[in-house]
């Protein structure tokens, strides 16, 4: 019977290199399907991996109705699954079209996701994946903090100084600079994946040196 799967974690824990696979293995066997993203890294209509793996994809807008999409292809040429990369980009609605693919077209659905912003807060699409998947799954590969414990927070720097305010959603990647920002030229974004004590004091790898424990003066948003 088809699923509805959601693989989730944190950045650079391998979601969208598992995408590439898992598109992979099905095709090998012959089966069809469709690659679905939304603002990735490497611009629109692409599916791309930090080890350099990459695919074309169909780009999920605001208004797209995924319901509509998938099942026209399914009716025109037959389709098997569907691989959502991106998937925390999603809203709401259209994580409930997908489980609708699922249950009244038989096609299996495997979605790719962050779970929680920089602010330890759900993404909505991803809140509406675990409400709705028949599987949660957490990829195998382990993303690190810098002290070597397992990651599971997600941290946004500007400036290399980390933040717990601000637009959910501002596209970047682990460890590289995106430039000045539009949004109220904030300066330049990273992204790093911190342990929970990391994250609460606050200390990204560029800041654990020397740099005094915040974690008393400042406290994660969750504990004010």
């Known amino acids: ?31 069809r399907g469709l690659l679905f993203t939304r603002f990735d890294r490497a611009g629109e209509a692409t599916i791309s991996s930090r080890i350099g793996l990459a695919r074309p994809a169909l780009e999920v807008g605001e ?7 998938v099942s026209s292809r399914h009716a025109a040429d037959g389709l ?3 691989v959502c990369d991106e998937a925390q980009f999603y809203a709401p609605e259209q994580v409930e079209q997908l489980a609708r693919v699922v249950d009244d077209l038989g096609v299996d659905v495997f979605a790719f996701g962050i779970t929680a912003d920089f602010r330890t807060r759900l993404f909505p699409g991803s809140a509406r994946f675990i409400e709705l998947a028949d599987r949660v799954q957490v990829p ?5 903090c810098w002290c070597g414990r397992r990651a599971t927070h997600n941290a946004r720097t500007v400036d290399g100084v980390m933040v717990v305010e601000g637009e959910q959603v501002v596209v970047g990647d682990v460890g590289q600079p995106e430039g000045t920002l539009d949004v ?26 020397g740099a005094p424990d915040v974690s008393s003066r400042t406290p994660a948003p969750w504990r004010r």
């Open 140 to 144: 195998q590969v382990e993303a690190l």
């Open 63 to 69: 208004t797209t109705d995924l319901w509509r999409e």
């Open 184 to 209: 109220g030229d904030v300066g330049t974004v990273e992204y790093e994946v911190l342990c929970r004590r990391h994250h609460v004091r606050r200390q990204t790898k560029a800041s654990r040196s």
């Open 1 to 31: 019977m088809a699923e509805l799967v959601f693989f989730s974690g944190t950045m650079d824990c391998g979601k969208s290199t598992l995408a590439l696979q898992t598109d992979h293995n099905h095709r090998v066997q012959g089966r």
């Open 80 to 82: 098997d699954y569907v």
